[in-house]
């Protein structure tokens, strides 16, 4: 379910072109089962009509910058303070599965209300990316912040 | 008779069956867990999806398996259900048994359901009829078309009032934020020299961007219940139910909406023969809602709500008997209620409500100045209002939710319900305790013959634990104790009718169950069992027999399995088995039914060209013939089911572009 949504979050998020890049990275950063979900959907899908790889990372790794994409898991929030630092100057988009990430430097965070799935968004946060976020994405979204 | 030896080889056909189906994971595809229907999905349909955790544990089944049954549009498709009793006799807990005329209605637990005890909502809109809060499961309720049915099978007073006093089933139909397509069903089925059912149904959905979406579903449908044929003597007569057990059904669903104001409109019109009667019953329904959604600050929801239901139910479909039994009715019931939910933050969420509801009753092409007795007049009236509550508390330790339920009707006065349910999750077990107290509300008939009658009022205590294997799977036990104080019950002398609220009744046990969804596999597993707790309604008693109820067997076991063995080639096997039962016939002799095995094989073809899919199926293929007994003593004999049946359907949905 997360994994849709952040395929669909591709669709209303605009990267800047960037012709070395062929492929659209998602790092995952943690063990969660979201990899595997990942990995099914990309089998058939292409984000912005590249092909999508996927990695798996932890707070250190040098590929978090090739990144246009790092997933946070819960177990992981900690960490979310190094990789936004290291990504400050990156067309990086960071999602987040618990409270109080956005303060913290993701720009989409998950959250869990009346047993559905729903998400709030830091417009500063993604703009400080070089990210465009549309305002149809805004408005799905339960907060923005 | 029952031969014993027969009864031994259904047995180990019916084990060797389950065994084959457990060990199917070994042996299957072993593939991820099946995301095909989310990929469907667009990201504000996603958000109407239910989840209950993060990232790392949510998948395609949720933690609250056991007390919740979720049947979902895709299992209904590739199933072979026929009609509604097909999709829900295979829930834990549900059974069917007659009422009078030939109308099959809902038990719940062992317990007769059919007046007020089981709500039925399509898309949130009450389907009983007033006069007695029956439901006909008459092949009527579609089951094309349904995005999914969400079966609370617990009681659900607090939040839905008193026709929830045992279960709630609520079918939501697709709308056009999800059917942005045309799609036409056709069904047929075929008994032993009978026609079962001829239905089709067309659905037209759509929306556009600036917020508007709108979705027509209409259904037609004739067939026949049975093609039994009884042979009389000296005190019984003969029954043809080729010829008397005919039923039909039309209903159209609509719904509209612009941005946060929605309407949705039912015409729900079926009718039924009575076996040896040269009359039979049509029940008509129009039903209205008007819905608005106000969001403030995105975390408070105000919901105003206006509900209109104008029906004519059980009336007469041959004119000369009007002037009989002058009981042609014409109800309505007009609702207003606002709702407000708020979501503080992720811990604490809150819903209130207030509902205000009144019901008119009146003979309706009556020959002679009938009256009703409760105020001997031509037309009656009584209103109801009520307020309820329930928070959503996330503790860190637990979820707490406590509700509460005040209603105080203009006759039968004020009824206090609450609930509390706690959820502890510890790794991949998930524990759930839960208090409910529930009602069943009068009906308008219920009060016109006895104006001191009260509601009736359930205790229900249920454990429930479920543990999650994998992504793919789960399994779950549900235990339950249900009182029922003041039980209303119907009696017929000499027809004569009357309805009495008697000492107590209700039931105990539990349900089990497993599941297993994959790509290609869709499997699950289930076992209901129940006994009487403290019965003292003789109506409901099987004389010699004190650890069951009339009509519903202790212990039920369902198998289902659908398989893809290609990308379009699916099969489903299902089998169902039911334990011995009792009724009473019509000369108020006890009888037992043998136990059943209900088996049924369907297979079919996915997109056979595109948007075409083709099935052909059977029911009950060892041809055991159901009868659904009279559930209550009252002199009915059962209603024999309709044996074998094959079926063909074929789908065709057509896309509009994008």
């Not at chain 2, 941005?259 to 023969?273: P, R």
Request: neutral net charge.
């Amino acid at each position: 379910m997360h994994a849709m949504f952040i395929y669909h979050f591709t669709k209303y998020i605009n990267w800047p072109e960037s012709e070395s890049n062929t492929e659209f990275i998602i790092g995952v950063v943690g063990v969660t089962p979201l990899k595997d979900e990942l990995q099914h959907i990309i089998k058939t899908k292409n984000i912005n009509n590249k092909k999508v790889e996927l990695i798996q990372l932890n707070e250190n790794s040098e590929e978090l910058r090739k990144c246009q994409i790092i997933f946070i898991s819960e177990k992981e929030s900690k960490s979310i303070s190094k990789i936004y630092l290291a990504t400050e100057k990156n067309p990086v988009l960071i999602i987040s599965e618990k409270t109080g990430m956005l303060s913290r430097g993701a720009s989409i965070n998950f959250l869990v209300i009346n047993e559905k799935l729903r998400f709030e968004i830091s417009k500063s946060n993604v703009t400080s990316h070089n990210l465009k976020v549309s305002n149809e994405l805004l408005k799905l979204a339960s907060d923005v912040q | 008779m029952c031969n014993k030896k027969i009864l031994k080889l259904e047995f180990r056909r019916f084990f060797v069956l389950i065994i084959a189906c457990l060990n199917f994971p070994l042996i299957g595809y072993g593939q991820d867990s099946s995301k095909t229907n989310l990929e469907e999905l667009s990201l504000e349909e996603l958000l109407n999806i239910k989840v209950t955790v993060s990232s790392g544990k949510q998948d395609i089944l949720s933690d609250a398996a056991g007390v919740v049954s979720i049947i979902t549009s895709e299992e209904i498709r590739y199933s072979g259900a026929r009609d509604m009793i097909d999709i829900l006799r295979k829930v834990p807990g549900i059974d069917f048994g007659q009422d009078v005329e030939n109308i099959i209605g809902v038990g719940m637990r062992g317990m007769w359901a059919q007046e007020g005890k089981v709500l039925l909502l399509i898309d949130g809109l009450e389907m009983h009829e007033t006069i007695y809060s029956t439901l006909q499961f008459l092949q009527h309720y579609p089951i094309f078309n349904i995005k999914q049915i969400e079966i609370i099978r617990g009681p659900g007073s607090v939040i839905y009032g008193g026709n929830a006093e045992l279960a709630v089933i609520n079918i939501i139909t697709k709308k056009g934020d999800d059917n942005k397509s045309i799609t036409l069903n056709t069904q047929y089925g075929q008994l032993d020299g009978l026609t079962a059912r001829k239905q089709a149904s067309l659905s037209i959905g759509n929306s556009w961007k600036n917020g508007l979406s709108i979705n027509i579903f209409g259904m037609i449908n004739e067939g026949n219940l049975s093609n039994h044929y009884i042979e009389g003597n000296d005190s019984i007569m003969s029954i043809n139910y080729k010829d008397s057990s005919k039923v039909s059904g039309n209903m159209l669903i609509g719904h509209f909406k612009f941005k946060q104001t929605e309407l949705k409109y039912i015409f729900d019109e079926h009718s039924h023969d009575v076996s040896n009667s040269d009359f039979g019953y049509k029940h008509l329904s129009h039903i209205f809602n008007v819905k608005h959604t106000i969001k403030i600050k995105e975390k408070l929801s105000i919901i105003p709500q206006l509900f209109f239901k104008s029906q004519f139910p059980w009336n007469y479909t041959n004119a000369s008997h009007d002037s009989i039994y002058n009981e042609n009715y014409y109800t309505s019931r007009s609702e207003a209620n606002l709702t407000a939910q708020y979501e503080a933050n992720q811990v604490y969420s809150f819903l209130m409500g207030i509902r205000y509801l009144a019901d008119h009753a009146e003979f309706y092409k009556s020959t002679s100045n009938i009256v009703f007795n409760y105020n001997g007049a031509s037309k009656v009236d009584y209103n109801n209002f009520a307020v309820f509550t329930q928070a959503n508390l996330k503790w860190k330790v637990f979820t707490l939710v406590p509700g509460l339920r005040f209603e105080k009707h203009n006759v039968y006065g004020a009824v206090i319900v609450p609930r509390i349910n706690l959820t502890k999750k510890i790794g991949k077990w998930n524990l759930e305790l839960q208090y409910n107290e529930a009602f069943r509300a009068p009906s308008i008939l219920n009060i016109d013959l006895n104006s001191d009658i009260k509601p009736e009022k359930t205790y229900d205590k249920e454990i429930e634990l479920s543990y999650r294997v994998n992504n793919n799977s789960i399994a779950s036990l549900t235990l339950f104790h249900i009182d029922i104080l003041n039980p209303i019950i119907y009696t017929s002398n000499s027809f004569i009718e009357q309805y009495e609220n008697d000492q107590r009744t209700g039931s105990m046990g539990f349900e089990t169950e497993y599941k297993y969804k994959s790509d290609q596999h869709n499997f699950s597993v289930n076992y209901s069992f129940y006994i009487p707790n403290q019965n003292k309604v003789d109506e409901f008693d099987v004389e010699g027999h004190s650890n069951i109820l009339l009509a519903f067997p202790n212990h039920k076991a369902v198998v289902n399995y659908s398989i893809f063995l290609t990308k379009g080639l699916f099969i489903n096997f299902n089998e169902i088995f039911y334990s011995s039962r009792y009724g009473y016939n019509a000369q108020d002799v006890l009888y037992a039914e043998g136990p059943v095995f209900l088996t049924g094989c369907f297979i079919g073809i996915r997109n056979l060209t595109q948007g075409l899919d083709l099935g052909i199926g059977v029911n009950d293929a060892f041809n055991e013939k159901y009868k659904f007994i009279q559930a209550y003593r009252s002199g009915n004999d059962a209603l024999p089911g309709p044996g074998r049946e094959f079926s063909i359907k074929c789908r065709y949905n057509l896309e509009f572009k994008k």
